[in-house]
């Protein structure tokens, strides 16, 4: 059976290659520094007196794929695979070099919006909480006040919005985020394989 299981291993990465589509990560634009350990990456800007950086993990990022794609008549069914889109929830910090406060905005990307094109006014991600926490705490007090958008007025969300936006946080940063994470995805998949496929034969 191991036999086997190597054997099938060895050809899905073989696949798996074929269709990798960045050899290496692509870059997010505006000057955003990355840093990757495993998982999790996280991006960094440092602008006039702040540091930003956004961090997400592309661990359970992918959204269950909807089996009602029949493969059409003539069409091969490997032809049929979609392609698989990493949407992570992101966390962007922001840290004012003069104050001991971040403040922490998770966002995510909304499943029902991904891939629909059209509406130009509409985010590709949202602002689901807004908190602050101390500068240079690792672990976040749930004592601390969390804002969740949900019930909050909109042109407070707007503002929100905007304040992430003119920080490099709009669309395009997003757009290029699900890049980012459904090339590191891949990466982090094909390693996975590789490693699963010495732990098989490994007698």
């Not at 991006?43 to 007196?49: E, M, N, Q, S």
């Not at 008549?73 to 406060?101: A, R, W």
């Not at 407070?156 to 995805?185: C, K, P, Q, W």
Request: overall charge negative.
């Amino acid at each position: 059976g191991d036999k086997a299981f190597a054997q099938f291993l060895t050809d899905e990465i073989k696949e798996e290659k074929k269709i990798q589509k960045h050899k290496s990560l692509p870059k997010v634009s505006g000057g955003w520094e990355l840093e990757v350990h495993g998982t999790e990456a996280k991006l960094v800007r440092k602008i006039a007196g702040e540091k930003i950086t956004v961090t997400f993990n592309i661990n359970n990022s992918i959204p269950p794929s909807v089996d009602d794609d029949e493969p059409q008549e003539g069409q091969k069914p490997d032809e049929q695979e979609p392609d698989l889109t990493s949407t992570p929830n992101f966390v962007v910090e922001v840290i004012k070099d003069d104050t001991k406060q971040t403040l922490v905005l998770d966002c995510h990307y909304p499943e029902d919006e991904v891939g629909h094109e059209g509406e130009e006014e509409s985010d590709i991600f949202t602002i689901r909480e807004v908190s602050f926490q101390p500068t240079g705490e690792s672990d976040w007090k749930d004592t601390n006040y969390t804002l969740n958008t949900d019930s909050l007025d909109w042109a407070l969300y707007d503002h929100l919005m905007d304040f992430l936006a003119d920080r490099g946080v709009d669309n395009t940063f997003a757009d290029e985020l699900i890049e980012l994470s459904t090339a590191l995805e891949h990466q982090e998949y094909i390693k996975f394989l590789e490693d699963l496929k010495s732990f098989v034969k490994c007698q």
